[in-house]
């Protein structure tokens, strides 16, 4: 089972950018697929989580509104749309398959991570 982040970059404020994490391995349908990022200094946190089996998205307080958790089965990709960010946003992100998108459900198939900066 492998997960590949992709996507990030060098983004002015109220930019966008859409990550892509492309599954290997494995289907959508078997897992979960979470994302999370960690800025520097930080613990790693949980964003955003699609479960395709029941059709499941969770998104953190701070996201919500402005990123979108999307699939695309062909691919076996989850994307993360992300728009109006703010230099709160720089961080590097990660995808990672897990058993569920609930508060307690946490990654164990991780990407390297794909890094998003966002200047002011």
């Known amino acids: 089972v492998r997960v590949v982040e992709s996507g990030g970059g060098l983004v002015q404020a109220g930019g966008s950018l859409r990550l892509s994490c492309a599954g290997s391995g494995f289907t959508l349908d078997e897992y979960a697929i979470g994302w999370y990022r960690q800025a520097p200094g930080e613990e790693r946190e949980k964003i955003s989580c699609?479960?395709?089996?029941?059709?499941?998205?969770y998104y953190r307080d701070s996201v919500k509104g402005r990123f979108t958790v999307s699939k695309d089965d062909a691919k076996n990709t989850v994307y993360l749309q992300m728009s109006s960010l703010s230099p709160e946003d720089t961080a590097v992100y990660y995808c990672?398959?897990?058993?569920?998108?609930?508060?307690?459900?946490?990654?164990?198939?991780w990407g390297q991570g794909t890094q998003v900066t966002v200047s002011s």
């Open positions: 699609l479960k395709s089996r029941d059709n499941t998205t």
């Open positions: 990672a398959t897990q058993r569920g998108c609930g508060g307690d459900y946490w990654g164990f198939y």
